[in-house]
């Protein structure tokens, strides 16, 4: 079965860089399952999102995650997941936990 949306697409995340980068200095924020997503962290900081709105439950993970980010590393992860062929080549890029 294909799904309708996958936020792993580089399509996706071409767009996500994109408003990141012609939002200038109005911080970017993405919220809901991705932005909860541990291992979406590195990816979405790298892209320039700089909040992450979750629910509670997860702050404590995400922060640790934040934390742990060199965001210089995150930038050039994320520039080769821009260009990955499919969702899949992103998450193997990143690694466990998917």
């Known amino acids: 079965m294909v799904e309708l949306g996958d936020p792993f697409d580089p399509g ?15 911080p970017v924020t993405v919220c809901g399952e991705m932005a909860a997503d541990e291992g979406a962290t590195a990816l979405l900081v ?32 994320s520039a080769l997941a821009r260009n990955a062929e499919s969702a899949a080549a992103v998450r193997e890029l990143f690694g466990p936990p998917w």
Do not use: F, H, M, Y
């Open 46 to 77: 790298g892209l320039g999102v700089r909040e992450l709105s979750v629910a509670p439950p997860a702050i404590p993970t995400i922060k640790q995650a934040v934390r742990a980010l060199n965001s210089g590393d995150a930038a050039d992860l």
């Open 12 to 26: 996706v995340l071409r767009l996500i860089g994109a408003v990141c980068k012609d939002a200038g200095q109005v």
